[in-house]
């Protein structure tokens, strides 16, 4: 097939929804990477349900936390570098974002010390030199690897959000964790394959040949569709069971 017969889709399954009308609302939608910061809320809930009783101001100030220093400024940093969103947010806004979002997350942090341990030190200070160091490839880029995201986008979530709640770790919030960083590294021997089609791969020339000679055209499309189908899965599994798990804390289900 040749590349005039085959569209280019865009940089992520979820950029530029068109059910949003204003094009620089779209690209700050595209922005916030909706399915994988949804995945990563559902990694700090499931954290924080793991064991009752549940302090929900301490829950949803953990969530408010995470959502600030990844869901906007990690991304934000990220976009900064290369631009593999493509987006047109002026670099000064991103800047703003970065800067403003980890600072609140960064305050949320401080007020946790106080009301639950000064052990949450700790995972502030880890919080905000990963996402400074990978985000921004700082140090050489030696925390720009498959590791550190498996820890820091799995375990890392799951462990602050159980310590916030109970001011300890035990031998459950550790196997959650490691869970964490199984579904983690999952969802990234997905995505970059996907990144790969979406953001390098002009077009794709050639076919299959099934067993009864049937012949199927490949294209990026096709060769997407079964990959990012695996993504939307895997988002909305965590969901479920972090929905599961504050069902069962709270019992308004």
């Known amino acids: 097939m040749s590349e005039s017969n085959q569209s280019h889709p865009g940089p992520a399954f979820y950029a530029q929804p068109k059910y949003l009308s204003q094009p620089r609302l779209r690209e700050w939608w595209t922005l916030l990477h909706p399915p994988y ?8 809930v499931i954290g924080a349900c793991l064991e009752g ?18 869901g906007v400024g990690a991304h934000a940093m990220d976009e900064l570098q290369g631009r593999p969103l493509r987006t047109t947010i002026p670099a000064w806004q991103l800047v703003t974002a970065s800067i403003v979002s980890v600072t609140g997350a960064i305050a949320l942090g401080i007020v946790g010390t106080l009301k639950v341990s ?4 700790f995972f502030i200070v880890i919080g905000v030199v990963v996402a400074l160091g990978y985000n921004l490839e700082l140090f050489g880029a030696r925390l720009h690897t498959d590791l550190v995201f ?12 159980y310590f916030a709640q109970h001011a300890n770790l035990d031998v459950a ?3 959650a964790a490691l869970y964490a960083a199984f579904i983690a ?23 299959e040949v099934l067993a009864d000679g049937t012949q199927v055209a490949l294209s990026v499309e096709n060769q997407l569709l079964p990959i990012e189908t695996a ?7 965590s969901v479920a069971l972090a929905g599961a798990l504050m069902s069962a804390r709270y019992h308004f289900l």
């Open 185 to 207: 590294a999952t969802q990234r021997q997905l995505s970059t394959p996907a990144r790969r089609l979406r953001r390098r791969v002009q077009y794709i020339e050639g076919h």
């Open 173 to 175: 919030a550790f196997l």
């Open 118 to 121: 000064e052990y949450l030190w």
């Open 150 to 161: 498996f820890l820091s986008w799995g375990s890392f979530p799951v462990l602050t959000a």
């Open 37 to 44: 910061t949804m995945f990563l809320l559902s990694l700090v």
């Open 231 to 237: 993504l939307r899965t895997l988002c909305w599994t």
């Open 53 to 70: 009783p549940i302090h929900t101001f301490r829950l949803w100030m953990t969530v408010l936390a995470f959502f600030l220093a990844v």
